[in-house]
């Protein structure tokens, strides 16, 4: 269903729903249930590169607050099958997300962008990026010769992604903006003054105490809590790997439009 220019707020509604980008989308009730009780179970990998001590040791805690800002079902008998994301939570939250890109635009700030998602949000964040730098921010460059146990941090098209064997790498882990944040420091260079990403990227920045705005799909529930929490400031709720990247290009117009960048 393509759509050409900048969708209205009810035709990107629907966009998202026909897409499944929101909606009833494709992540099943039960792998959500799933990573909510391994996150409350303390396993690291879904915490996404924050640090929640034992706030969230009760999965039903963190099922209220995937309801109340992710639109899955509240009902805990309901364990297997579909699972959704309101898509007027996810507008909302990009709404929020354009406040805070005007607030980088009109400051000229430092911005960072980052995916642990290149195969589906790569696009969104370069265009982020582009749109950005033409209003007059600094889109940060990160150091040299930065590297993970997974492969090396690296930057395409101004936005941060891991590589490894020449292959653009899917990452929840918050160690490569670690990386990113740590070598500028040791460089003498400034934190950015905003970072727009995902996974880990956004929620290690944010647990650093940089401003940070990311999406996040219904399974993974970290951002969701920290966005709760006041560390991150905006998660929007979305499916991040649908069958096309091209689905998300009128939600990025919808995005730069609300933000006075397109």
Known sequence: MPISG??????????????????????????????????????????????????????????????????????????????????????????????????????????????????????????????????????VVIPDGLATDEGYVMQFADVAVLEHGATLWHTHSGEPMKAILTALKREGRPLPDLVVADHGWAGSAGQHGVDSVGYADCNDPALFLAEAEGTLQVTVPLDDHVVSPRHYDPMTAYLLAEAGLA
């Open 6 to 139: 900048t969708p209205s707020r009810a035709e990107l509604l629907a966009h998202l729903a026909a897409t499944r980008i929101a909606g009833e989308v494709a992540t099943p009730r039960e792998n959500n249930l799933s990573h909510y009780r391994k996150l409350a179970n303390g396993d690291r990998h879904y915490w996404l590169g924050l640090e929640f001590g034992d706030r969230w040791s009760d999965e039903q805690d963190v099922l209220a607050v995937m309801a109340e800002r992710a639109g899955v079902s509240d009902d805990a008998e309901h364990r297997y099958g579909q699972d959704t994301i309101d898509p007027e939570l996810t507008v909302a939250a990009l709404e929020r997300m354009a406040g805070r890109l005007r607030k980088a635009a009109a400051g000229r700030q430092r911005v960072l962008l980052a995916t642990g998602h290149p195969g589906g949000l790569l696009d969104v964040h370069r265009a982020t990026a582009a749109a950005l730098r033409a209003a007059g921010c600094e889109i």
